[in-house]
């Protein structure tokens, strides 16, 4: 083992047993890429060399892995494996390291925003996507730590060597003489960034020479890097042996990501053979290639006032339009990978619960899976109904039947607001729904 890996795990030790002396838990944020698994390794030989020494480990480590449910599905079968192994050389080794897997609310997915409400494909205008699948799930984590311990310690994987901009946020945060630096969102946490100082190659140089503590093969993670590097990302050259090749500094991220003007990753795994994505970078590009366009978007927000440019959701017939769009893609990735969902149940009953609070009933969830798929979609949670009440609300509205329709309508808003768990606003909606129908009848 290289001396500078051993300095590292050395200053680790010192943070864990002496520089800090209280209980605070320590949160490793694991994406499974190339910085977050070489910061992990460096901590679990830390602690193990601490066991050995002690037989004492004092503080719990958490790693905390979250998926924003929107992940490009390479990255996401090989993270979960990486975390079963984690999870199991743990109890194995009797590390007290314990694996936290976080995901987005229902209604702060991005599906339920995109296709339930309308809300535009991210750019950097209108980034909405970052607070909702990423920031909250995490913080929801850390807030119970912090409430239980008083204090929490996050380790992250930053390098000052990424970027420049990198160098100079770590610079700002960072007070002097100190290694924990305060958390500049979360009141009683701290930051912890052991591998700050290592360069690129020095990062895959451990990759490349340091057997994973938990079993896992880093050559994989090696080959995922290799196979989505873009022509145009600089490679670093550090090899360890003439079967390793010049290996990229791609970035993952979510497939659906319209934020990039380009996908370059995976458009890199497809041409390395992983042509199944096709359909998942076709979905993408077109997602955004037509944000803009001013026929899919409403003149106003949600909220009913004017939009910037009358620039406002998208039309109910292009959230149904995209939702039959993300069908057929899901279909067609099925036929190689049958695992992958790209949407999930409880997903599609809350687009139809948001629908109907939008006062959408002429375009079900469940009409677009049948046409899709030919087959049935189970929404018993909203589509339920009790055929002596129906029969009664019918015979009582035989003079006006549009009222019978009213009813059933402010019925479905009462029993979908109840599902995501926010009744606030169900006044109004029924409110503007009984203005609207008097409106007609007038």
Same mark, same amino acid.
């Given at each position: 083992?290289?001396?500078?890996?051993?300095?590292?795990?050395?200053?680790?030790?010192?943070?864990?047993? #002496?520089?800090?002396?209280?209980?605070?838990?320590?949160?490793?944020? !694991?994406?499974?890429? @190339?910085?977050?698994?070489?910061?992990?390794?460096?901590?679990?030989?830390?602690?193990?060399?601490?066991?050995?020494?002690?037989?004492?480990?004092?503080?719990?480590?958490?790693?905390?892995?979250?998926?924003?449910?929107?992940?490009?599905?390479?990255?996401?079968?090989?993270?979960?494996?990486?975390?079963?192994?984690?999870?199991?050389?743990?109890?194995?080794?009797?590390?007290?390291?314990?694996?936290? *897997?976080?995901?987005?609310?229902?209604?702060?997915? !991005?599906?339920?925003?995109?296709?339930?409400?309308?809300?535009?494909?991210?750019?950097?205008? !209108?980034?909405?996507?970052?607070?909702?699948?990423?920031?909250?799930?995490?913080?929801?984590? +850390?807030?119970?730590?912090?409430?239980?311990?008083?204090?929490?310690?996050?380790?992250?994987?930053?390098?000052?060597?990424?970027?420049?901009?990198?160098?100079?946020?770590? *610079?700002?945060?960072?007070?002097?003489?100190?290694?924990?630096? *305060?958390?500049?969102?979360?009141?009683?946490? #701290?930051?912890?960034?052991?591998?700050?100082?290592?360069?690129?190659?020095?990062?895959?140089?451990?990759?490349?020479?340091?057997?994973?503590?938990?079993?896992?093969?880093?050559?994989?993670?090696?080959?995922?890097?290799?196979?989505?590097?873009?022509?145009?990302?600089?490679?670093?050259?550090?090899?360890?042996?003439? /079967?390793?090749?010049?290996?990229?500094?791609?970035?993952?991220?979510?497939?659906?990501?319209?934020?990039?003007?380009?996908?370059?990753?995976?458009?890199?795994?497809?041409?390395?053979?992983?042509?199944?994505?096709?359909?998942?970078? @076709? !979905?993408?590009?077109?997602?955004?290639?037509?944000?803009?366009?001013?026929?899919?978007?409403?003149?106003?927000?949600?909220?009913?006032?004017?939009?910037?440019?009358?620039?406002?959701?998208?039309?109910?017939?292009?959230?149904?339009?995209?939702?039959?769009?993300?069908?057929?893609?899901?279909?067609?990735?099925?036929? /190689?990978?049958?695992?992958?969902?790209?949407?999930?149940?409880?997903?599609?009953?809350?687009?139809?619960?948001?629908?109907?609070?939008?006062?959408?009933?002429?375009?079900?969830?469940?009409?677009?899976?049948?046409?899709?798929?030919?087959?049935?979609?189970?929404?018993?949670?909203?589509?339920?109904?009790?055929? *002596?009440?129906?029969?009664?609300?019918?015979?009582?509205?035989?003079?006006?039947?549009?009222?019978?329709?009213?009813?059933?309508? +402010?019925?479905?808003?009462?029993?979908? @607001?109840?599902?995501?768990?926010?009744?606030?606003?169900?006044?109004?909606?029924?409110?503007?729904?009984?203005?609207?129908?008097?409106?007609?009848?007038?």
């Amino acid at each position: 083992m290289a001396k500078f890996i051993q300095n590292l795990i050395d200053e680790i030790i010192d943070q864990y047993v #002496y520089a800090d002396e209280t209980n605070r838990p320590w949160i490793i944020g !694991f994406s499974g890429g @190339k910085d977050s698994t070489v910061m992990l390794q460096l901590v679990w030989k830390a602690i193990s060399q601490i066991k050995e020494l002690t037989g004492i480990v004092k503080r719990d480590i958490y790693v905390v892995c979250n998926d924003t449910m929107v992940e490009n599905p390479v990255i996401t079968e090989y993270v979960y494996r990486v975390l079963d192994k984690i999870e199991q050389a743990a109890v194995e080794q009797d590390i007290p390291i314990r694996v936290i *897997k976080t995901i987005p609310r229902l209604e702060d997915s !991005f599906w339920v925003n995109l296709i339930g409400r309308g809300y535009p494909a991210p750019n950097n205008a !209108f980034r909405w996507c970052t607070e909702r699948l990423k920031i909250r799930p995490t913080s929801r984590f +850390l807030i119970e730590q912090v409430n239980e311990f008083g204090e929490a310690i996050i380790l992250i994987g930053t390098r000052s060597a990424e970027s420049a901009q990198r160098a100079k946020s770590m *610079k700002k945060h960072a007070i002097k003489g100190k290694r924990l630096t *305060k958390h500049p969102t979360q009141p009683n946490t #701290y930051m912890y960034a052991p591998i700050r100082s290592l360069s690129l190659e020095e990062v895959w140089y451990v990759i490349n020479t340091m057997e994973s503590p938990w079993g896992s093969d880093n050559s994989e993670l090696f080959q995922i890097y290799s196979d989505a590097s873009a022509d145009d990302y600089e490679c670093p050259t550090v090899v360890t042996n003439k /079967e390793h090749k010049s290996c990229g500094q791609s970035r993952f991220g979510c497939w659906v990501c319209t934020v990039v003007k380009e996908d370059k990753s995976m458009s890199a795994l497809i041409e390395n053979g992983l042509t199944w994505l096709t359909p998942l970078l @076709k !979905f993408r590009n077109e997602l955004a290639a037509e944000r803009n366009i001013i026929e899919h978007r409403m003149p106003e927000r949600r909220n009913g006032t004017a939009a910037i440019n009358g620039m406002g959701p998208y039309y109910p017939w292009y959230r149904a339009k995209v939702l039959e769009r993300l069908f057929e893609t899901q279909k067609e990735i099925q036929k /190689e990978k049958p695992h992958v969902e790209l949407i999930t149940n409880q997903e599609l009953v809350a687009i139809q619960t948001i629908w109907y609070r939008d006062f959408i009933f002429n375009q079900k969830v469940s009409e677009l899976y049948r046409k899709a798929y030919k087959i049935n979609l189970d929404m018993k949670d909203q589509n339920e109904k009790h055929e *002596k009440e129906l029969e009664l609300l019918k015979k009582s509205c035989e003079d006006n039947p549009t009222d019978f329709d009213l009813i059933q309508e +402010l019925l479905t808003l009462q029993k979908n @607001k109840s599902l995501l768990n926010r009744k606030r606003g169900l006044k109004e909606d029924i409110e503007n729904r009984i203005e609207e129908y008097l409106k007609k009848e007038k």
